[in-house]
């Protein structure tokens, strides 16, 4: 049975029950998938405890109606980590993570400056910020994240190497459907066509194609992109489809 904790001080109090054991954290922004899934099933192999939360982070969105248009989907949530037996899922009220109404707020000036960070000012502050308080509160041994968040991925293992956290970030790879597409809560929101036509993105991002290339095919295919960069040994891009924003990478070793 996966059991909801709301409470910060709640938590702590379990917390201190499982001292001598250690807590597998998979931390999400709700609408769970299969993705998510893979990594409550990594996190459940290697720790004794298994913690799922899910806040949906307002200092995370740069446009107001993306953040209303995230699905939120917590009963159905429930159920998979229930499903996964998943031990806790911490369920936080935004104004408790908020108490000080965001006037402290954790920030990287490097990394974070470049491709999402040049298209969504302030997204990683507000990322990195949630990140560092939810690892404070639930104090895992080992936090799990997805490499289809590349770059968060980085920034979060910089932040927890920086500020001298005990705690292991465990990357685990993209998780796709047989189309191809890699799988975010984003996806939801695409129509019958527009899922077709999303296909062209993850095809063609790992094609052998150059990136001025792919940026052209795409924005012929009616594509608003942001990005098709190479760095730290991956092809990432971002792009618009209609109103939805869907990001990607791969491994350049992996490219056809």
């Not at 998938?33 to 939360?53: I, P």
């Not at 005990?166 to 975010?184: F, K, N, W």
């Not at 996806?187 to 990136?211: H, V, W």
Request: charged share 20%; glycine share 4%; hydrophobic share 40%.
């Amino acid at each position: 049975m996966t059991n909801i904790v709301s409470c910060i001080d709640s938590w702590r109090k379990i917390r201190t029950k499982h001292a001598a054991q250690s807590i597998g954290f998979i931390p999400t922004m709700g609408n769970l998938h299969a993705g998510h899934m893979s990594l409550c099933k990594c996190a459940k192999e290697e720790n004794d405890v298994t913690v799922a939360s899910i806040f949906v982070n307002p200092h995370q969105f740069n446009q107001a109606q993306d953040y209303t248009a995230y699905p939120r989907t917590i009963d159905a949530d429930h159920a998979l980590l229930q499903r996964e037996q998943v031990d806790y899922l911490f369920l936080p009220d935004a104004n408790a993570m908020y108490a000080d109404n965001y006037q402290v707020q954790v920030s990287e000036t490097n990394l974070s400056q470049e491709l999402e960070g040049e298209f969504r000012p302030g997204h990683f502050t507000g990322m990195l910020t949630i990140v560092l308080k939810l690892l404070n509160i639930i104090a895992p041994t080992r936090a799990y994240f997805g490499e289809k968040d590349y770059q968060q991925q980085l920034l979060v293992k910089k932040m927890v190497s920086a500020l001298f956290l005990p705690i292991d970030i465990i990357s685990c790879e993209t998780i796709r459907a047989t189309s191809g597409l890699a799988l975010s809560s984003r996806n939801s929101r695409l129509n019958a066509n527009q899922s077709e036509k999303a296909l062209l993105f993850a095809k063609l991002l790992q094609s052998s194609l150059q990136p001025q290339a792919i940026i052209e095919q795409l924005t012929a295919a009616g594509f608003k992109v942001e990005y098709i960069a190479e760095k730290w040994g991956r092809r990432l891009g971002a792009v618009w489809l209609d109103e939805v924003r869907l990001i990607d990478n791969v491994a350049l070793s992996s490219i056809l």
